[in-house]
């Protein structure tokens, strides 16, 4: 059955992303977009017709990474836990990500991302934008949950996730390079938790 444009062009769009995630993890900020398009197998055109310019589609990629992690961050923290509960059913979550095939992968990214923004402040603004946007998804998981008596609000809940975020990145890291001996999921939740609680690390 032939397709139809609107298929076309989403079919050309997933291809030209899965094409950046290959050539950009391999190339960093020299990545080209001659390469990109002829890994998809389509032109330098299609890339400026769907996403406007390199840059564009290099937050494009990151928002297309990140989306399906908060999904499952949703579904994995339920919404009738208490803050604490919620933390620690997100930290393991989190670990357990840590595990998946395509993590060391990933790590490869988010090593890529960081240096390409180092590169081009221009598209780092642009990539910390993406990852904010992706980041209330977190904000409003937190938002309202009941914590020592009150509720927890925006604002907290905001403080928080960009601890979590900071904490949890980094010991992902750790782990799937092989320096976080000792790091699993209790351990995440402990050190997430702690964050929220009077729980001591060390004693």
């Not at 402990?190 to 009077?198: E, Y």
């Amino acid at each position: 059955m032939r397709k139809t444009r609107a298929e076309s062009r989403e079919n050309n769009r997933r291809a030209l992303l899965d094409a950046a995630f290959q050539v950009v993890t391999r190339d960093g900020y020299r990545a080209k977009l001659e390469d990109i398009a002829e890994r998809a197998g389509l032109t330098t055109g299609a890339v400026y017709s769907l996403f406007g310019s390199k840059n564009g589609l290099v937050v494009a990629l990151v928002t297309d990474y990140l989306q399906p992690h908060y999904a499952q961050f949703e579904e994995a923290v339920p919404a009738e836990l208490d803050l604490v509960a919620a933390v620690d059913a997100f930290a393991r979550h989190y670990r357990r990500t840590c595990d998946a095939p395509e993590a060391l992968s990933a790590l490869s990214l988010q090593m890529t991302l960081q240096e390409m923004s180092l590169h081009d402040p221009k598209l780092g603004a642009q990539l910390a934008e993406s990852v904010r946007e992706q980041e209330n998804h977190l904000i409003a998981l937190f938002t309202g949950r009941d914590h020592n008596g009150s509720v927890v609000t925006r604002h907290q809940a905001e403080r928080l996730t960009t601890a979590l975020r900071a904490l949890l990145v980094g010991l992902s890291q750790g782990v799937v390079l092989g320096l976080a001996a000792g790091a699993d999921e209790q351990y995440f939740a402990d050190v997430a938790c702690a964050l929220v609680s009077d729980a001591s690390l060390v004693g």
